[in-house]
Nanobody, 121 residues
Framework: QVQLVESGGGLVQAGGSLRLSCAASGRTFTSYAMGWFRQAPGKEREFVAAINWSGENTLYADSVKGRFTISRENVKNTVYLEMNSLKPEDTAVYYC??????????????WGRGTQVTVSS
């Protein structure tokens, strides 16, 4: 059974940093793209970042470009999201996704349960 488990969320002050991790299990994902989405209270889930199977290609939402960095370790079946210069508007539940590509969530196959990120002003 496929499982995606996110970790690393928490409470941070504006301007601070957090590093999210998502460990995948149940199968090997080395040939799959991995990504992150987020959902703020009262809003729809939105795309944050994605990385292809080799790590050579990445995609970012305009709102996080230059502040967030996605990376992966295939040997660990893990994807990371390094978040710097955090803003209160980054507050959301962050979800890991695997097996898709692009900004549309319907394109992604597997989902984690999410980890809360709260940025205080």
């Amino acid at each position: 059974q496929v499982q995606l488990v996110e970790s690393g969320g928490g409470l941070v002050q504006a301007g601070g940093s957090l590093r999210l991790s998502c460990a995948a299990s149940g199968r090997t994902f080395t040939s799959y793209a991995m990504g992150w989405f987020r959902q703020a209270p009262g809003k729809e889930r939105e795309f944050v970042a994605a990385i292809n199977w080799s790590g050579e290609n990445t995609l970012y939402a305009d709102s996080v470009k230059g502040r967030f960095t996605i990376s992966r370790e295939n040997v660990k079946n893990t994807v990371y999201l390094e978040m710097n210069s955090l803003k209160p508007e980054d507050t959301a539940v962050y979800y890991c996704a695997v097996g898709g590509w692009g900004t549309d969530e319907v394109s992604w196959t597997y989902w984690g349960r999410g980890t809360q990120v709260t940025v205080s002003s």
